[in-house]
Structure formats: C-alpha cells, structure tokens
C-alpha cells in the first residue's frame, strides 16, 4: 500500500466548475500536510499548507481530517490555467522531514 | 530572487557509465533534499542534507547512488554504473531547515539511460 494515495483521474472540467480532490495517507505520525501543483515538465510548486482547522486561499480550500488520515482540496470556479497535476503531500518532522508525495491528480479545465 | 538552479537539465548517458547530477541551493537555506521522479508518479524522496552532512539517506535506492554537499552549500548526487530504470527526473529541493520550512523545488535534470 502506498504511504499516500489519491485518485489518478484524470479529470476533465468546464471552466467554471467546482472540483474535489481527496487523499488519504498511511502515517499516523505525519506533521506537515500539502498540496504541490506540478505542470507539465515542470517542478512542483507549493499550493497551500493543509491545517487541521482547514484553511482557505481564494478557490481553493483544503481540509484535514487526521482521525481518517485524509486530506482534501477543493477549487472553486475553476480557471483554465488550474489546468495541471495536483500532488497530496505528507511531511515528518525533526530528522524525517522528507516530503512523501501522491502519485498526483491530473486536472483539465475546459473551455 | 534566484531560486534553486540544477545542471545539466538533460543528460543522456549510456547503461554503466557514471553520472553526476548538480544542485545549487537558494542562498542560506540549510536544508537540501533530493528527490527522483519517474514518469506518472510523485517525486520520491532520496536524501537530506542539514548543512554538510547527510541526515537521512534512507531513500537512497542501492550503493550506487551518492551524494555530498561538501561546504553545505551546492550538492552533487552521483549515481554509479547506471542502469535503465534509474531513468527519471532528478529533483532538488532547499529549505531554510526550521521545522516549517517551504521546500523549493529546482527544475530538475532529466537522466535517460539507453
């Protein structure tokens, strides 16, 4: 099983549409919770930080959930240029602070 | 500011020659991290550097793979008798190394092994 999971898609939206992302992570001693946008050949950018009392950055909103070990973002209104992979991230803490990344979901916004 | 910068971008070598891979940090982060990732996955973690001296390597695959970061600066990932499957992107990232340091990530270099 793979210490963090999310859903490949792809997924295929109109502009204007509402898109769930979800993941879930096997680490109960994880500290740190992401979301990284990658475009194509392109390196990972940071999106937002995930805290437990959920946080907010214009459309988008993430949520963690650590007695399910579950982590979700939601984009609202969505644009063409959030078009990209969207990677679930986890971080230790002290000597692991190593991220462990999702495999990444794949997002196209259409005209 | 300059971000974290990795050369060559592209390397194309052949099944068992050796590879060095080049990472230059954001100036005065302390923590440098390196990361593969292959086609359709995630990055996958390989090492951590906190200043000169390795604090996990438990990523690193088999003992052909290497690195250093001799001044706590720029570091060197050196992988050994190259084989196919180590075909991937090679990611570096730095952080200023507190706990809730941001990872910034270089655009990488592209090994393919033929």
């Known amino acids: 099983r793979k210490e963090v999971e999310q859903d490949p898609g792809p997924f295929n939206v109109p502009e204007g549409a509402t898109v769930a992302f979800n993941c879930t992570y096997s680490n109960s001693a994880s500290q740190s919770f992401f979301w990284y946008r990658q475009d194509c050949r392109k390196e990972p950018k940071l999106l937002m930080s995930v805290y437990s009392s959920g946080n907010e950055d214009g459309r988008f909103t993430a949520q963690l959930n650590r007695a399910s070990q579950y982590i979700s973002l939601l984009i609202r209104d969505s644009k063409l240029s959030d078009s990209a992979t969207y990677l679930c991230?986890?971080?230790?803490?002290?000597?692991?602070?190593?991220?462990?990344f999702g495999s990444g979901t794949q997002l196209t916004v259409l005209p | 500011g300059a971000g974290v910068s990795q050369t060559p971008s592209n390397k194309v070598t052949e099944k068992g020659k050796y590879v060095e891979l080049r990472c230059d940090p954001i100036?005065?982060?302390?923590?440098l991290y390196w990361y593969r990732q292959s086609l359709g996955q995630g990055p996958e973690f390989l090492i951590y550097?906190?200043?000169?001296?390795?604090?996990?390597d438990s990523g690193l695959p088999n003992d052909r793979f290497f690195a250093v970061r001799p001044e706590g600066s720029v570091s060197t990932l050196k992988i050994q008798r190259t084989e196919r499957g180590d075909s991937a992107v090679y990611l570096c990232?730095?952080?200023?190394?507190?706990?809730?340091?941001?990872?910034?990530f270089g655009p990488g270099t592209r090994l393919t092994v033929l």
């Open positions: 990232a730095s952080s200023l190394g507190g706990a809730e340091g941001e990872q910034f």
């Open positions: 550097f906190q200043g000169t001296g390795a604090a996990d």
């Open positions: 991230v986890v971080g230790g803490w002290g000597s692991a602070r190593q991220l462990t």
């Open positions: 100036s005065g982060h302390t923590a």
